[in-house]
């Protein structure tokens, strides 16, 4: 949980930074492909965790891409396969390379990192053997299958509607089934009423907002194609709204968000101090000390900024800025300074959890409300979903519930961080890894699909160069341990998110591209130091919090 | 020479109120601790007592929170390994620190390497430790790898490497717990032989017996403080247990219930016959739960081993280490594969292919390595519980049942008695009587018909110890068939209604009854009188 928090953060941080630097970040243009390629990556990403978690490790992911996006255009343009067959071929073909690389990995003992290496040089080449290096792709024809890759199914209203009405009936599951356990005395009876009572008050309040899209009237139209398969067409509902009305879900959760956030954040501290108040006290003086800065940086610097041309002269003092380098420097001050307001927040949220069972009950309400404030600063509401989004939830949810619901998943789990006691506990282990090869190459596949019939134009020699990297280091960023046997499906497509929006806004903010890679290796090794710092901090505070206790066992000892 | 405590009253190296603390624990408090010239100090406590954390300190792996430790009566600061070395006191782990893909001689110089011309001198690294190696008796070539030596012989290296620092304080951690009798004896003996060129040793060990005989001095700890200090006549062991424990114990645990039935036929047989397997066909009228005929385990592909254990009945399996009582275990339990025979259970035959197909036919196996076989350590008590029956209470096949999951563990921690703040602690922090505890509670859960225990009580404490002996009882009066190896002679002849004893990878004998004995389970155990 705090994992996520804190990868959550990054992600705040990143988009807040950007925002406050260049808000055509925070546009419909910009939000849609991000949110396209965020969930593109998010595919690859779900489907490396699987292998991570065993402890392996699946380095043929942009390889097995490549190939896909060659073979998908062949099948259809060159051999005249029809759209569905060609991708039911293509899928069991990276569903095969998954079960070889299980198979190699379980059966002869071949080390995985070995194994997927060996793969990303040989689809590759294969790939490019097959094409003869030729620039592949749909052209005009076939959009009902690009569809897949560029349709645009509903706003992201909608999706706030939907997800609001099941965040709400779930909320309703869970209230029942605490009920039922009502009579049980339980000393954090309150805590666990607050969290089971939030949870379907965020879901009315995020349906709510999606619904206010409509509160200004609307017109039915003839709707757009969401998907064609075997000559039918799935059609949108087709349903307009005035661009007034397209407005209205982010004004909506501007105002109820800030509204609520508020109230909810002193109430928040309140149970924090009133429990321990030790434990809060420097926190949040850092948070007010940052906020104000903030304030400060925003009202003098921002405007700065974006005065300031490449060319102007300015004179501070004896010496004389060129306006490049004074952007650089209020961009670093801005960037620390936002850093520091995010970090200080993050702290007080986890030393008020630790202070307080109800505070730590009512944090993701203080998240949503946050959350929902800031989108309603932004035009996302009234940006469409792409397609290939609502394909990544999809397989989230679905990724989710097989890891944590399904024994396989705990298998999974218990044989990453000790293969052999899992072994001894019954479980087929060589089976089992099998099993998380053939998912994380399917969802290579599936990702394969849809970046070629995204960008329409496969270049064989390099397409989706890299992307395994992209898809390990976006699961070690949500949270998946290298060491196997770790790992949430939520945080690695926050990971996925992070490091597309940090692609995005090295993009956006006119910084060379020529510094991607460094850029974003510095985050995720900044994200590692932290993970690491922290965790000796709790650690630190756990001895202090044990002393003169001594009814634990011995820890460590012996 | 003899002990040279008399002639030289001032320590070699002294501890004052020392510290220590661990997330969630004190894991040292006040210790005080001296330590002579040429002497040997026993250092003994239950599992958890601090010993091995206080050692890790002396040897700078750990560093201490507070207090002082005096080397020649000046205060020194040991704030990491190379420091311990430099001040002359080394350890020996449990687990043993040798680079087994390197050299013996490479091993001992490792780090140090003598040069010349830059480069690494083979010559003088082989002439020194031959040298090193002589005087701890021990004759191997020094271009021999580490990993083609036995375990004891590789312990033989380590204390040759720390003689080769010139170190004058040894700790030894728990030598002898994968020693031989001969090869622990061989080692007893270097330490007499140190304490006669004045090194100072440090020793480290749960067998109380080796203790009373090597020691000078013992001091005890327990919870992580002084419980009291030993010399000379004082050391036995009911005085070094009681202050251990903090209490007066009965010198070994004795079993209230005994409900077994041996196989008819069988208990008649003089002892030591070698024909275990006699008659089982007509003579007995109960199904033995557990029949195995003839099976070949493949680590020993020269023997047959045949036995049956019959439900309700505890069956020990006593042997040296490296008799194949572990390998036999693991054979049945699946994880390899025999080369012959037959196994019944219940009188049903069955293939055993995998651990899976063994819990499947009611079998449940305690290993001998919780830590890497028995559990996943980081993970919570409620998810190790569950491990093994998490597909049989699935919903639907694949479904977890975490109703079931929670009540199943919340059964266990009552049933066994495991100390545990939540359900949802992770296991790594328990102490190991808990940790093995856990391992039952997962095999409980199952609900198995057979119980197969390699060493279910090593490395853990007294008090755990009974626990698991009263357990046993328990699950025995059930009607479970317990099978279990154990090194310990005093658990083997109390807990066994009969006792197999293993040589080299054959059943040799077996005991029923009054006949289980110290004097007969050697004599078979060492093959003296087999046949």
């Not at chain 1, 002193?266 to 030790?278: G, H, I, K, N, P």
């Not at chain 2, 420091?83 to 687990?95: F, K, N, P, S, V």
Request: net charge neutral; proline share 3%; hydrophobic share 45%.
């Amino acid at each position: 949980m705090n994992k996520i928090l804190g990868i959550f953060g990054l992600l705040i941080f990143v988009c807040l930074f950007t925002t406050v630097l260049n808000d055509s970040f925070v546009g419909q243009y910009n939000l849609y492909n991000t949110t396209r390629w965020s969930a593109l990556f998010g595919i690859l990403s779900i489907g490396v965790a699987f292998v991570i978690i065993t402890g392996g490790i699946d380095l043929s992911i942009g390889s097995v891409v490549g190939l896909v996006a060659c073979l998908l255009p062949m099948l259809v343009v060159g051999n005249g396969y029809s759209p569905t067959s060609a991708v039911i071929i293509v899928l069991l073909i990276s569903a095969a390379i998954g079960l070889l690389h299980g198979l190699l990995i379980t059966r002869l003992d071949l080390q995985p990192f070995v194994v997927t290496l060996c793969g990303l040089l040989f689809y590759r080449g294969f790939a490019r053997w097959l094409t003869d290096d030729d620039t592949l792709g749909f052209g005009q024809d076939h959009d009902g299958l690009r569809l897949l890759a560029i349709g645009k199914p509903c706003s992201w209203a909608t999706m706030l509607l939907g997800g609001g009405v099941c965040l709400f009936l779930y909320g309703l599951w869970k209230l029942r089934r605490l009920r039922s356990e009502a009579d049980s005395d339980d000393s954090h009876h309150d805590a666990k009423k607050i969290s089971a009572w939030s949870i379907p008050l965020i879901g009315v309040l995020l349906a709510v907002a999606g619904a206010s899209r409509f509160f200004l009237g609307w017109d039915s139209g003839p709707g757009t194609s969401l998907i064609e398969v075997g000559g039918y067409r799935i059609r949108s509902l087709g349903i307009e709204v005035s661009d007034a009305g397209a407005a209205m879900p982010s004004t909506v959760m501007k105002y109820v968000g800030t509204f609520l956030f508020v109230p909810t954040l002193v109430v928040f501290l309140r149970w924090a101090w009133q429990s321990d108040s030790r434990r809060i006290k420097k926190p949040s003086a850092l948070v007010l000390v940052s906020l104000v800065l903030l304030a400060l940086c925003v009202w003098q610097l921002v405007p700065l900024y974006r005065s300031a041309g490449g060319d102007d002269r300015w004179q501070v003092g004896a010496i004389i800025v060129s306006g490049e380098m004074l952007k650089n420097t209020l961009m670093m001050i801005v960037f620390v300074v936002v850093g520091g307001v995010i970090g200080s927040v993050g702290w007080l949220i986890s030393a008020a959890g630790t202070a307080s069972k109800k505070s730590k009950a009512l944090t993701p309400a203080l998240v949503a409300t946050g959350v929902m404030a800031l989108l309603g600063q932004t035009q996302l509401a009234a940006t469409m979903v792409p397609m290939p989004m609502l394909i990544m939830i999809a397989l989230a949810v679905v990724a989710a519930i097989f890891l944590n619901r399904t024994v396989y998943g705990r298998y999974l789990l218990a044989l990453g961080r000790n293969e052999e006691a899992a072994r001894y506990s019954g479980i087929n282990t060589k089976r089992m890894i099998v099993v998380a090869y053939v998912l994380c190459s399917l969802a290579a596949g599936l990702g394969g699909i849809l970046f070629a019939l995204d960008v329409n134009s496969v270049q064989p020699s390099g397409f989706g160069n890299f992307y395994e990297l992209y898809a390990i280091a976006a699961a070690v960023l949500g949270g998946c341990s290298l060491r196997g046997g770790e790992g949430n499906i939520l945080g690695v497509v926050i990971g996925a998110a992070v490091m597309r929006v940090l692609y995005n806004a090295i993009n956006i903010l006119g910084i060379s591209t020529k510094l991607e890679f460094a850029i974003i290796g510095m985050v995720i090794l900044a994200g590692a130091i932290v993970d690491v710092v922290v965790k000796r901090i709790v650690a630190k505070r756990a001895v202090l919090a044990a002393e003169g206790v001594d009814t634990e066992p011995p820890v460590g000892a012996d | 020479m003899s002990v040279t405590q008399g002639k030289n009253p001032r320590p070699l190296l002294e501890v004052r109120s020392l510290g220590k603390r661990f997330p969630g624990v004190r894991a040292l408090h006040n210790i005080n601790l001296t330590l002579m010239p040429g002497e040997v100090l026993a250092l003994v406590g239950e599992n958890g007592a601090g010993k091995s954390t206080l050692m890790k300190i002396l040897a700078g792996v750990q560093p201490p929170d507070e207090g002082q430790i005096l080397i020649d009566q000046t205060p020194v600061a040991i704030d990491s390994v190379a420091d311990a070395m430099r001040l002359g006191i080394t350890l020996i782990h449990q687990e043993l620190n040798l680079a087994d893909n390197l050299s013996v001689g490479a091993n001992i110089f490792l780090g140090r390497e003598p040069t010349r011309f830059g480069l690494i001198d083979r010559e003088k690294i082989v002439h020194e430790s031959r040298r090193h190696l002589a005087s701890v008796g021990l004759k191997v070539d020094p271009l021999t790898l580490v990993r083609e030596l036995t375990i004891g012989r590789q312990q033989m290296v380590e204390i040759a490497k720390a003689l080769s620092i010139d170190a004058r304080v040894l700790i030894m951690d728990e030598p002898t717990s994968s020693l031989s009798q001969r090869e622990a004896e061989a080692l007893f003996e270097v330490v007499h032989g140190l304490r006669e060129h004045g090194v100072s040793v440090i020793y480290i060990s749960h067998r109380l017996a080796e203790v009373e005989t090597l020691a000078d001095r013992v001091a005890v700890m327990r919870d992580g403080e002084n419980a009291g200090e030993l010399v000379g006549d004082q050391i036995n062991h009911d005085a070094m247990v009681s202050r251990m424990v903090g209490r007066d114990v009965s010198r070994f645990y004795e079993r209230t219930i005994r409900t077994g039935q041996t196989p008819q036929g069988t208990g008649q047989t003089p002892q030591g016959t070698g024909q275990v397997a006699e008659g089982t066909e007509q003579a007995t009228e109960a199904t033995p739960a557990l029949e195995v005929i003839d099976l070949v385990v493949p680590d020993h592909p020269k023997h047959k081993v045949s036995f049956e254990v019959m439900p309700g009945e505890i069956v020990g399996v006593a042997g040296l280490v490296g008799a194949g009582r572990t390998e036999m275990l693991r054979c049945l339990f699946g994880v390899t594969q025999p080369l012959g025979g037959t196994v019944r259970i219940n009188g049903r035959r069955v293939q055993l292919r995998s651990p899976k197909d063994a819990i499947a036919s009611g079998m449940g196996l305690v290993p001998e390595d919780r830590k890497e076989q028995g559990l996943v350590i980081d993970f919570s008590v409620r998810t190790n519980v569950s491990l093994a029956s998490l597909s049989d209470k699935a919903r639907g096949g694949c479904w977890i049942n975490f109703a079931a999951e929670s009540d199943d563990t919340t059964d266990s921690i009552d049933r066994l008695r495991i100390k545990t703040p939540t359900a949802d602690q992770v296991v790594r922090y328990l102490s190991g009587g808990n940790q093995q505890k856990v391992v039952l509670g997962k095999w409980l859960a199952m609900n198995p018909k057979i119980l197969l225990l390699d060493e279910p009580t090593r490395g853990i404490d007294i008090g755990a110890k009974e626990e698991i002996y009263r357990l046993m009882e328990t699950l025995a009066a059930q009607g479970l068939a317990i099978l279990f190896v154990s090194s310990e002679m005093e658990e083997v002849i109390a807990m066994s209604d009969r006792t197999l004893v293993m040589h080299e990878g054959e059943i040799t004998g077996q005991l029923v009854g009054d006949e289980i004995g110290e004097e007969q389970i050697m004599n078979l155990a060492t093959g003296v009188t087999s046949r």
